[in-house]
């Protein structure tokens, strides 16, 4: 292992420069800068302990009667070692070697996080990501680390959790089709045994289940939402005179699929719930090839994780959720100034374009609970188009309009940067990772 800790004093001399401190009697700018000074040394003390455990695992040799200075010190491995010289928990401990690990496999994340770039966090977020990118190769997995390691040094963790799935699925599509049907085996709802007046609730249930189900459930917490009741007739017997197979679904099964049923059939009843100025659908995405193909990555809006196309087509037969396929040019519905208000089908297209989601980073307000927004103002002279609008939640809607958030487009898509105090970000794109270029 190289040296490390070149930028670690700066950092910590910069904080002990402001201490002590009262941080009631900062100013606003100082309080932003303060915080910002910890962050940074917390990233260096991170890669300094990450180096440390590091160089005391590569000294414990695990196999019997080997040199270990785990085993020297009292300890059977590396992670108890671990655990009795930092205080840490077990848990905690075994997650730093595990880490450790990981990072092996991935010198460019590895070298990020020693030198106090990233977090360990971020490190995490990539790790954990790329490595169920089966069947990529290492070329291939090296270019999508130096990606996350740029995006990393300036985003959160979540972010770049959120990135670091789609890159590797597109790496490896084969093992997100795989993991959705382990998905759809393992699924199940159940409900126990009442007691107090309540009965508890539990279930694991695959991502186009639950996308129904969040969207009828935020349908009825609308206060527009308006109840109504519809009786659906029970059909006949379908299996009558014909060799059907057995049903070999467990309780739990048919517990989860009679739960998406009933979900699916509220969110088609048209009018009956509102949500941001839209029925309750699911938008999923995919390209035009894929789908055709019956290969390839899904989107689903509001869900950092892809799916698969097979799961997205199904998803689409059954009903509350709306397919949106994005062609090369990926045009989509343009009213000009004859409408100030953006319409549905708009807002669906902005949601599938900017990941589904409010567009802040770090935000993760459902598209379908967001605001339609003019990034050019409509009073002065900016369309009602999807290239000039955006979704954002109430709050960052009022944030863009008065600072400190900033939105523009580029191109057809938006890019956002944040300024406060005279410190200002540099632009970046919102939700790079987009199938197809969405300009219209």
Known sequence: ????????????????????????????????????????????????????????????????????????????????????????????ARKLVADLEDLAKLPAVEAAVLDGRIGREGAQAIAGELKKA????????AGVEAKLVELAVTAPADRVREEAQKL???????????????????????IG???????PV??????????????????????KRKVAFTETAVGTDAGAGTDVPADSRTIGQKYADGLAEVFGAQARIADTLEVGGDHPTVWISTTEAELAAGKGLAFISGAAEPTSVQVARKAVCTGGLQEVVLTETGAFLRLGR??????????????????GACIIPGCHVPGYRAEAHHVLSWFEGGATDVDNGVLLCPFHHDEVEKGPWQVRMVDGRPWVRWSYGGRTTEWQPVNPNAPVPLSS
């Open 338 to 355: 004859s409408k100030r208000a953006f319409s549905r089908r708009q807002r669906r297209a902005m949601a599938v374009r900017d990941g």
């Open 168 to 190: 590797a699925a597109e790496l490896s599509p084969e093992t997100i089709e795989r993991r959705a049907q382990e998905a759809f085996e393992k699924r199940y709802f159940w």
């Open 1 to 92: 292992m190289t040296c490390i800790g070149s930028t670690a004093a700066a950092a910590l001399t910069g904080l002990a420069a402001l201490l002590p401190v009262e941080p009631s009697a900062l100013s606003d700018q100082q309080v932003v800068d303060f915080l910002g000074r910890v962050s940074e040394v917390k990233r260096q003390v991170e890669a300094l302990e990450l180096a440390g455990a590091a160089e005391l695992n590569r000294r414990s040799d695990p196999t019997p009667g080997g040199d270990s200075l785990a085993k020297r010190l009292g300890h059977r491995t590396t992670a108890q070692a671990v655990e009795a010289m930092t205080g840490s928990s077990g848990k905690t």
């Open 202 to 223: 539990s279930g694991k249930l695959p991502v186009e289940y639950a996308a129904k189900v969040r969207m009828v459930l935020d349908g009825f917490a609308s206060p």
């Open 193 to 199: 045994k009442e007691q107090d007046g309540l009965a």
């Open 134 to 141: 089966e069947g990529a190769s290492a070329g291939e997995v």
